[in-house]
């Protein structure tokens, strides 16, 4: 109930902006560069014998059939239901359908810290390279069927590629392109303007909501008037705006009106020593973490002013493992798909932070990711909408796609049941969204966005990495050929 107001709420302030295109674009006909990724063409379909996980959370049902009729999910058949005649049969023997996850923090970029040295520095300008050939296949090719991008470097280059995508020239999810980083001066890289004032803040939201982005994104030197003037302009355009912030703490961000915070509570600086107002701390939030233990009073008047205020959080833990020293290496299937020199700085940046083990530094790190996973359960706990990705940034450790799956086991590390992370990756982003009713669960009348994995990720979340067909808009895609066709690519382009 709770859920459904909240979305109701969404649906009539945020009916999405004249001038941008919808995320899910009406069902297209796969063209000639798509057509080679079709594994089961969009039709009449019943797959017999399938565990299904719908993603409200529930537990799984057993032996079901699947029937999709066209880009629908026609119905779910209990157990023991002959599939009607007219359908093409599939045998789903083993197999698990999930709704195809809704990515709330995939970025079209990726980044390789360039001419990194032994004490981690790296030279300026920092340019993030884009990655529009071989990330939206391997979010596609690994179950994410609609993504928000969460911040630009090339926007232009993002809303195209949306385009090309919802006409069916090109493979990938439905896309919910966020505006270029709202930035002031101090940015990590160069690739975005530097806002000046909150006119400047106001303006740059105006040209890019005219634009047609879907959402926007405010980044970490912001002022709170800049940051308030952003919001308010983005919400008369009826978008909502995210952000990563540092010199705004939480609440300061809440009072001004933001509908989300990225990075679980990661990048909260209230309780940072010397914050200065409209400052970001070189700290960036971890002190703030290590004070926030979960159940303090800190912890509880910061959760329920979240929760009073609707403002959904993101969890990115795979890209805060990569700093945790120790943490698991990236798996040969994943090491597969980078550029050699992708592999050589992946594995440079790994072993700096693996040597951190036992020192002050990685102890203190690990404490603060524990921290992390404890606050995001009580802010579940607490009522509030908590929705996942995988952030491909960091020291190069998250890769599309394989990231988000790994989100959904380190939340389950982190306490939440399996068919909860799933709703967390899944149904929690639809409703952010507004699209609830279309996405991010499997039922009747419902888009036919979902995957098919081998195994049962209800008991066993890794299970969610063996995707056999993804499946939207009722056509049914290849995983391992869309992972085949970026092999040695990613990191490139
Ligand atoms: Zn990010």
Redesign the pocket.
């Known amino acids: 109930m709770k859920l459904r107001s909240f979305a109701a709420i969404i649906a009539l302030t945020l009916g999405g902006s004249a001038a941008s295109a919808p995320v899910l674009a009406p069902p297209a006909t796969p063209g000639p560069d798509v057509q080679p990724f079709v594994h089961i063409p969009a039709g009449r379909i019943a797959i017999t014998h399938l565990r299904i996980i719908d993603g409200t959370g529930a537990a799984p049902v057993e032996d079901a059939t699947l029937l999709i009729d066209g880009a629908k999910i026609g119905a779910v058949l209990p157990a023991g239901s002959a599939p009607p005649a007219s359908y093409r049969v599939i045998d789903g023997t083993g197999e698990t359908a999930m709704p195809g996850l809704v990515g709330m ?1 995939n ?1 079209l970029y990726y980044l390789q810290r360039p001419n990194l040295d032994a004490a981690g520095h790296f030279e300026q300008p920092v340019i993030i390279p884009q990655m529009t050939f071989s990330a939206p296949r391997l979010y596609l090719a690994n179950g994410v069927t609609t993504m928000r991008t ?2 630009s470097v090339e926007p232009y280059t993002d809303l195209s590629l949306k385009r090309e995508i919802d006409a069916g020239h090109l493979v990938g999810p439905h896309l919910d392109v966020t505006s270029p980083y709202l930035e002031g001066p101090g940015a990590f890289f160069i690739q975005n303007h530097q806002i000046t004032s909150p006119d400047d803040a106001r303006k740059e939201v105006a040209f890019w909501a005219d634009m047609g982005v879907n959402s926007f994104k405010a980044y970490m030197h912001l002022t709170r008037a800049e940051l308030g003037a952003a919001i308010k302009e983005a919400h008369r355009h009826k978008l909502k705006l995210t952000g ?1 912030l540092c010199s705004v703490t939480y609440p300061e961000a809440v009072a001004l009106g933001i509908d989300n915070l ?1 990075h679980g509570f990661f990048v909260n600086t209230q309780l940072d020593p010397g914050k200065q107002p409209d400052k970001c701390t070189d700290t960036a939030g971890t002190p703030t973490l290590l004070k926030m233990t979960p159940g303090s009073p800190e912890a509880n008047a910061l959760i329920k002013l979240l929760v009073d205020h609707h403002v959904a959080l993101t969890s990115t833990l795979p890209v805060f493992a990569q700093s945790v020293p120790l943490h698991e290496p990236l798996q040969p299937r994943q090491m597969d798909v980078l550029t050699p020199q992708a592999k050589e700085g992946y594995l440079f940046s790994r072993n700096l932070v693996s040597s951190r083990a036992g020192t002050p530094r990685g102890d203190q790190f690990t404490q603060a990711y524990k921290n992390d996973l404890g606050l995001e359960r009580q802010f579940v706990a607490a009522g509030g909408l908590l929705m996942a990705g995988p ?1 491909p ?1 960091g020291n190069g450790g998250v890769i599309p796609g394989f990231g988000d799956q790994r989100e959904l086991e380190l939340l389950v590390e982190a306490g939440f049941t399996p068919v909860e992370a799933i709703r967390i990756g899944t149904l929690n982003g639809a409703t952010y969204l507004g699209l609830a009713d279309r996405i991010g669960s499997i039922a009747a009348g419902k888009n036919a966005d979902l995957f098919i994995v081998n195994g049962n990720p209800a008991a066993k979340i890794d299970d969610v990495e063996n995707v056999v067909v993804v499946f939207k808009d009722g056509v049914g895609y290849d995983s391992a050929r869309l992972i085949r066709s970026v092999k040695g690519r990613f990191g490139e382009y």
């Open positions: 923090h970025h969460t911040g990563h990225e952030d940034t």
